[in-house]
């Protein structure tokens, strides 16, 4: 079960505070020009057609540091943020390096995310659940795909269209479109 904002990383809930605050300057103003993101001074820029892109495909969204922060605030509206949360920390745990951590890491998000009343359990079926325990016998950095593609499928076909059509996003990108 989601635990609301205050699961959400610290760094994310002010990125989306930001994102809020750009978005909401650009919606009053449609010929703000909005930067890209710099490094040098981690401020948050956003570029103006960044909305656009991420109604191309849910990849674009996902790869995209701001369209990643604001459709993780919506999942979090949604009571849904536990799935990109799961693809996240198996995303991080598939680029483990130190094979001595995989063993450990792996049943921490077993047993956050996968588990039968784990604290933020995601729905699986329950051949999957069984084939993921399964692969934690001899943890690898692809135990979770299975796993990870079905959270990943149902992201893309119930929660990025949800996103798609809300009230945020649509304000978002017909601005982007008039401006």
């Known amino acids: 079960m989601c635990r609301g904002l205050e699961s959400l990383p610290t760094t994310c809930l002010e990125r989306a505070k930001e994102l809020k605050a750009l978005f909401g300057s650009f919606l009053q103003k ?5 930067i890209g993101h710099s490094h040098k001074t981690d401020k948050l820029r956003l570029n103006k057609s960044e909305p656009l892109k991420w109604k191309e495909s849910f990849d674009n969204l996902l790869s995209n540091q701001n369209g990643l922060c604001l459709f993780r605030a919506f999942l979090v509206s949604e009571f ?55 692969n934690l016998e001899h943890p690898s950095q692809s135990c979770f795909n299975l796993a990870q593609e079905k959270i990943y499928a149902l992201m893309e076909k119930d929660c990025y269209p949800r996103f798609l059509k809300s009230t945020t996003y649509l304000e978002i990108s017909r601005q982007v479109k008039s401006g």
């Open 80 to 134: 849904s943020e536990e799935n990109i949360a799961f693809y996240l920390a198996c995303e991080d745990y598939r680029i483990t390096k130190t094979s001595s951590k995989l063993s450990a890491t792996a049943k921490k998000i077993y047993e956050e995310f996968v588990c039968t009343d784990a604290p933020r359990e995601v729905n699986l079926d329950h051949e999957t659940k069984a084939i993921t325990k399964k």
């Open 30 to 34: 449609p010929d703000l020009s909005i």
